[in-house]
């Protein structure tokens, strides 16, 4: 390891682990090499109208690695002893996306949207002052993100830093993905979610592709397929609870911009609370939560987008939420653990343990990546 940088980030120190840079990680075409130091205008305000305006006690320098930053060997990870820990000291991490250099990240509770150098070093926040930043994907030069509040809206910063924009002001945003040159997102409140899609020149209107009685976690893309997990009870609010509230309607869907929205069609019923979802090939996998036994609670499993027989990959879990996939394993968060499994089945791989709410997750070519409420945590594929 070599020099640790720290910088405060609304009253929240990180700690960035300066270590050489893992080589070919990945092979998106969207990063950059620009040093966080040279960010302009991280954070300034935003109004409802989609232009980006200024806010009061904008910098012109806030992504810059504090000059005060100290020296050491580098920070552990007790429950990971071959991870490389990218960020320490999140007040409430929760989302993740990667390009080719760098790994984006979202503080919920900071209310601040950041990046940091795959293997640790330079890095610093890319927008600030946010409400509730959540999920994050990251596409054509931009970083997109949710705000999961009633007000947020869905937004994006240039990856290097700049004028953040309105993409959308909607409320209870929550997943996000981009894919063929439009930005997907999801709606989750207590009586009804969607899907909905906008073009990443913002000029175009917005396209409502499903509508659902209950919440929309989360969702991945297919060129312009959107797979998506839901949830709702009988009464209409957003997760499910076993017998006598009513069976579940926990459910793994489909939706294209030519189909019925008001139809999507359902690849998997009877679901207990879907939350995180993630494709391989010709796989979509998703992680169940808590629910009545007869409906496959607290596993990860897997179907053919085709159809077919649902496979159980991991069954008898705590807590899985956040999940990603490659061609041979599906990864996944596990409150205070990280998994992998592989697709094919086999046993379950403990990546990591004693991780303060596991969250968000992604892989590159190479390498996984996680985040918790306080750290950014990097290590090998299994």
Not at 57 to 63: D, L, P, Q, T, Y
Not at 155 to 160: D, I, L, S, Y
Request: with cysteine.
């Amino acid at each position: 390891m070599n020099r640790l940088a720290s910088f405060l980030a609304l009253g929240g120190p990180w700690l960035l682990a300066a270590c050489p840079a893992p080589s070919a990680p990945g092979d998106d075409t969207t990063g950059s090499s620009t040093s966080v130091g040279e960010l302009t205008s991280s954070g300034p305000g935003v109004d409802g109208s989609g232009t980006s305006t200024t806010g009061p006690g904008e910098s012109s320098s806030s992504g810059d690695v504090d000059s005060t930053g100290t020296t050491g060997a580098g920070i552990d990870d007790p429950g990971c002893p071959e991870c490389i820990v990218l960020v320490d000291g999140l007040m409430g991490g929760r989302g993740i996306d990667v390009d080719t250099d760098y790994v984006y990240v979202t503080d919920q509770a900071a209310g601040v949207v950041s990046r940091i150098l795959k293997g640790g070093g330079e890095g610093g926040p890319i927008a600030e002052g946010q409400d509730e930043p959540y999920e994050i994907a990251v596409g054509d030069g931009y970083a997109y993100w949710t705000n999961f509040s009633a007000g947020g809206g869905v937004m994006r910063v240039p990856v290097a830093g700049g004028m953040v924009e309105v993409v959308e002001p909607v409320s209870n945003s929550r997943g996000i993905a981009f894919s063929g040159g439009y930005v997907y997102w999801s709606t989750f409140s207590t009586d009804s979610g969607q899907i909905l899609r906008r073009s990443a020149g913002l000029g175009a209107p917005v396209d409502v592709l499903a509508y659902q009685s209950g919440g929309i976690p989360d969702l991945v893309v297919d060129g312009d397929t959107v797979y998506f997990t839901s949830h709702s009870n009988s009464d209409g609010t957003a997760f499910i609870e076993p017998p006598p509230m009513g069976p579940p309607e926990g459910r793994v869907l489909v939706a294209t911009p030519t189909g019925d929205p008001f139809d999507p069609t359902a690849l998997v019923v009877d679901q207990a609370e879907p939350w995180g979802i993630a494709r391989s090939g010709g796989l979509v996998v998703w992680a169940n939560g808590d629910g009545d036994g007869a409906f496959s609670p607290n596993r990860v499993q897997s179907r053919p987008t085709a159809g077919g027989p649902v496979s159980a990959l991991a069954v008898n879990q705590l807590d899985p939420w956040g999940v990603a996939a490659d061609e041979q394993h599906a990864y996944f968060t596990d409150n205070d653990e990280v998994k992998a499994v592989p697709l094919a089945g086999g046993e379950v791989i403990v990546l990591a343990e004693q991780q303060n709410q596991a969250r968000g997750i992604v892989v590159d070519d190479q390498w996984v990546f996680w985040v918790t409420r306080d750290r950014v945590l990097q290590r090998a594929k299994p």
